[in-house]
Nanobody, 130 residues
Framework: QVQLVESGGDSVQSGGSLRLSCAAS???????????MGWFRQVPGKERDGVAT???????NYAYSTKDRFTISRDNLKNTLDLQMNSLKPEDTAMYYC?????????????????????WGQGTQVSVSS
């Protein structure tokens, strides 16, 4: 069973930066590196949206709204997933979730679709004021 714990959420002003981290436990490093991973966000009353995803071979993909501002990365030795967020905007305010998809998909497989993910963290709040 994969457990995911997010950290790094905070309140910042528009234009600021934050780095979110996600620690995965309950699996070996050899298995973690086979998972495709993603970051999602959700505001109350709306669906959870994909922000960024990364395949097991390290290939990223981003939502249009976060492309060129956010960077997803993973450390397969530490079983961690990070999201560097720059040039933050008030519309980035949300609860951010780390997610793990199924293991042993194609090395380049990644997804921004919520239904493709098996495991979820509890979330970390990001608030951006204007």
């Amino acid at each position: 069973q994969v457990q995911l714990v997010e950290s790094g959420g905070d309140s910042v002003q528009s234009g600021g930066s934050l780095r979110l981290s996600c620690a995965a436990s309950g699996i070996s490093g050899a298995t973690y590196k086979t998972y495709f991973m993603g970051w999602f966000r959700q505001v109350p009353g709306k669906e959870r949206d994909g922000v960024a995803t990364i395949s097991s071979d390290g290939t990223p993909n981003y939502a249009y709204s976060t492309k060129d501002r956010f960077t997803i990365s993973r450390d397969n030795l530490k079983n961690t997933l990070d999201l560097q967020m720059n040039s933050l905007k008030p519309e980035d305010t949300a609860m951010y979730y780390c997610a793990a998809g199924l293991p042993y998909r194609a090395p380049s497989y990644r997804s921004l679709r919520e239904r493709d993910y098996e495991y979820w963290g509890q979330g970390t709040q990001v608030s951006v004021s204007s």
